[in-house]
């Protein structure tokens, strides 16, 4: 964007304030575009709507993570793990941005139904390269699935909790919790990655869809992987959905000795 005379080098974050300040319906286009130093018919050409600006850095964002996942050609685990930050560090590097979007939000329930669209796009970035990445076999589909689902639930427990302590960095932790994730899910419904083999980095790339070692069913599996489903408060913690999905793994038909 070349930006005109009195235009915020930041537009999006300057829009998301100004609406956080004076109020969503008390804030029209044609103040956001005077902020943005443009004029109310290049602000819609290049931003959109009032609604569309307070998510307008997602884009790119979701074009960095398809480039990411593209491009590389380390095993699904590793990389689930390296996406999950890319977006976090989306965040937390745009600090003002993101918690004068949580303000926003917070006054404008409607555009809670935009975010979890917005959510819902990272999700099935993930999903669609999953299906790809992962061995394949009957039961990749449920693991790409479940995996980014899962993935995109830690982060945005994640995000939430920086929100309530935004002084605090919880980048490592964030890692350390999607790879136990990611270990969590292989074992359960992989049937041979995670544990079984060893080490991180291994647990998708040495996962068996079919069962164990060869494709035989593991040992105390009714016909191979379980599919669970486990129904968490919008509020849940990271460490409550990682209990509930190993409690919903142990607790599924077949998947006991």
């Not at 304030?17 to 004029?39: F, I, K, P």
């Not at 809670?112 to 970035?125: A, G, K, P, Q, W």
């Not at 350390?176 to 359960?188: N, P, Q």
């Amino acid at each position: 964007m070349t930006a005109g005379p009195g235009a915020s080098p930041d537009v999006v974050t300057g829009s998301i304030r100004l609406l956080a300040e004076r109020g969503w319906e008390a804030t029209t286009v044609d103040q956001l575009a005077q902020a943005a130093g443009v004029s109310r018919a290049t602000f819609f050409r290049r931003y959109g709507s009032k609604e569309d600006i307070v998510f307008a850095d997602h884009a790119a964002t979701l074009r960095r993570l398809e480039e990411l996942l593209a491009r590389t050609d380390q095993d699904p685990a590793t990389v689930l793990r390296t996406g999950v930050l890319l977006v976090f560090r989306h965040h937390l590097d745009h600090r003002e941005r993101t918690l004068a979007r949580h303000a926003l939000l917070r006054q404008v329930p409607q555009l809670r139904d935009r975010e979890l669209i917005t959510s819902h796009r990272y999700e099935r970035v993930f999903r669609a390269w999953l299906r790809t990445a992962l061995p394949p076999g009957p039961h990749r589909e449920t693991l790409a699935t479940a995996l980014s689902a899962a993935a995109v639930a830690v982060h945005n427990a994640a995000l939430r909790a920086w929100l309530r302590a935004p002084g605090t960095d919880p980048t490592e932790e964030l890692d350390a919790r999607t790879a136990r994730l990611a270990r969590t899910l292989i074992a359960g419904l992989g049937n041979g990655g995670g544990g079984a083999h060893g080490g991180e980095g291994r647990a998708a790339a040495d996962l068996r869809p079919h069962g164990g070692p060869g494709g035989a069913a593991a040992p105390g599996a009714a016909g191979g992987p379980a599919v669970v489903v486990t129904v968490l408060d919008p509020g849940a913690g990271t460490e409550e959905v990682l209990a509930a999905v190993r409690a919903a793994l142990e607790t599924a038909p077949g998947t006991r000795g």
